[in-house]
């Protein structure tokens, strides 16, 4: 665990967060700023940093993807269909760096990137 990541701390359970999904290797828990009506984050339970970290470990990238995929179930995504986003370093929007997939739907969700 790093002690100033707040995804290791949400882990750990030092911080609250309302839970969706767990397995030995991944947590899901709800946004607390929601872009989307459905908004999830998914975290590997061991911390890489970002996408790329993740990408050096394979069996930990496929179970973030397995539970992404998971949640949508629960949620109820999976008919009309949702995002999966990764956010990755300064230019890419990552803001806490502890890779964490965004599962995202319930609504139509418009483009994928506004124009500036």
């Keep these: 665990m790093e002690n100033s990541c ?15 999904h767990r397995t030995d290797t991944t947590l ?8 989307a009506p459905t908004h999830v984050l998914v975290i590997p339970v061991a911390h890489h940093a970002d996408v790329v970290a993740l990408a050096a470990d394979p069996a930990a990238a ?7 995929a998971e ?18 370093g300064r230019h890419g929007g990552q803001e806490v760096f502890h890779v964490h997939a965004h599962v995202v739907g319930g609504a139509p969700l418009g483009p994928m990137l506004a124009r500036s």
Aim: aromatic content about 8%; glycine content about 6%.
């Design 28 to 35: 899901a828990f709800r946004d607390i700023d929601p872009k």
């Design 71 to 88: 949640v949508a179930a629960i949620e109820g995504l999976t008919a009309d269909g949702f995002r999966v986003i990764f956010n990755t």
């Design 6 to 20: 707040l995804f290791c701390r949400i882990v750990a359970g030092e911080i609250p967060a309302t839970i969706v």
């Design 62 to 68: 496929a179970d973030v993807l397995a539970a992404a």
